[in-house]
Structures are given as structure tokens and as C-alpha cells.
């Protein structure tokens, strides 16, 4: 699925949308984010050492998880909103130039609760990995 098919799924818009691809396999999203470095939020952190903020890994991770949710039955108009992250842990710097391969399987849901696993990487090195939740939300409640 490219960027447009995934804006037909997702509500993110750019410059808040930052998977490029995702395609569902075995359960699980397999999707990239290229970082060019002319993104905002590698602009000013760190200036002469650009590195992505972990928040936006922990972001780029959530696309690529609810990407997954509304490809597995989700209403169409419901938001994905997060509602926790948990065993998230940094362990290697993501830079302009890379692409972040990111991957996301379900592990469990609950009703309008789902939770997930995820990990982003570069190459072979694990840059980030975190457990998280989302309330998948209904525009009509």
C-alpha cells in the first residue's frame, strides 16, 4: 500500500503522516519511513547531529499498527487515538538518509481497546521497539 492508499485508511495528513509504505503480511504491518532531513522535526534536533525524537519512531510505529487495525475490520469512521506505550526502549539513533523498517502485530484486543508490539529498524540495528494500545473511536459517539 503506497501513501495515498494509506491516507485512505488513516486520518493522519502530512506533515503529520510519516509512513511512506506499509503491506500486511502473516498478521503483521511491514511498513517504511524514509528520513530525508528536511523533515520539521529533524530540523532543530540536533542541530550539526540530526537525530529523529524518540516520539516520532513511537509515532511512525503507531501508523504503522493502525494501518493493520483498519485493514483487520476497524469501522471506517473510527480514529485510532493512542492510549498507551509501554517497554518502549531507544537503542540506536535513526538519521537523515535512513529508512526505517517498521514492523507491528496485534497482540491482543478488547473491545474498542487493541494492543500491539512494535519494532523499528534501520538495516540490522534495532532502533526502537515498544508495546502499545489504541481506542479505536467512533465519530458518531
Not at 538518509?97 to 494492543?115: A, I, K, N
Amino acid at each position: 500500500m503506497d501513501r495515498e492508499e494509506i491516507e485512505d485508511v488513516l486520518p493522519h495528513r502530512p506533515p503529520m503522516l510519516l509512513i511512506d509504505d506499509c503491506e500486511l503480511v502473516d498478521g503483521r504491518a511491514l511498513g517504511h519511513a524514509h528520513v530525508a532531513g528536511d523533515e520539521f522535526f529533524v530540523q532543530g534536533h540536533f542541530p550539526g547531529n540530526p537525530v529523529v525524537p524518540g516520539v516520532i519512531l513511537c509515532e511512525m510505529l503507531a501508523q504503522n499498527c493502525c494501518v493493520l487495525l483498519a485493514q483487520g475490520g476497524a469501522p471506517r469512521d473510527a480514529t485510532p487515538y493512542y492510549t498507551s506505550l509501554d517497554k518502549v526502549r531507544f537503542k540506536h539513533p535513526v538519521r537523515p538518509g535512513d529508512t526505517v523498517e517498521l514492523t507491528c502485530e496485534v497482540t491482543r484486543s478488547r473491545g474498542m481497546f487493541h494492543f500491539a508490539h512494535g519494532v523499528a529498524k534501520v538495516g540490522q540495528d534495532v532502533c526502537c521497539v515498544a508495546d502499545m494500545s489504541f481506542a479505536l473511536v467512533s465519530e458518531k459517539d
